[in-house]
């Protein structure tokens, strides 16, 4: 496969320059790197007190676009798939929640609970300093209990009653773990392709058109009681 280098933005003396992100030179999308403005943090605000490992981004190759413009993206470390979600001023406070809630991994349901695991952080430089990213298990799917709506009689009624059951068994669990899915709604629930198992994706905090009513959005979105509208 073909590699190159992307054109850095120039940024003040005051930033070290950064290290590029290798993308693929086939791919839809150009994981550029994410731009720092001014009275923007340049990196994740996170008390890192974990011993999972830290990448740099020029150990990260990019396969697939998964939302946006890349910044969530399937990617492949040392063979390995993951799902890596990129700090962008547009999506900072976003990313933070997400990594704050994936933290899943260290509650007595981690075996349990059916959402990404938190597996690694993705940092600027080689001296492992200053987070940029965080990296997820990726999910390995071909539907979602959205794409599923416009034929849910198809799917037979078994199958759809041990998916509604594991959502509500996987909410309560995160719930009494002090952790709130948020932007719950059927795009937000994966089918894994090996153990037909829902998974809880997208914990970044956020509502979507349709799932909250605007005028109470603000109650809802992120709190236990829209969670438990399912």
Known sequence: MLFRRECIPKFPKSYPDPDPIFTLLNADVIQEYPLRLKYVPSYLTINVISNLPRYSAREIIFTKKLMGTGYIAKVSINGQDMCCKMLVPT?????????????????KYASSIKAPKLIG???DRSDN?????????YIPHTMNLGGSQGDIKAVANDRR??????IRRNIKLLHEIGVVWGDGKPENVLINNETDDCCLVDFGGSWTDGWVDAQTEHQLSSSVDGDEGW
């Open 161 to 166: 009653r041990k998916w509604a059951a594991q």
């Open 121 to 123: 952080f993705v940092v």
């Open 129 to 137: 300093e200053g987070v940029i990213g965080i990296l997820e298990e």
């Open 91 to 107: 999506h900072s406070k976003a990313v933070q929640r997400e990594y704050k809630c994936l933290k899943i991994a260290e509650s």
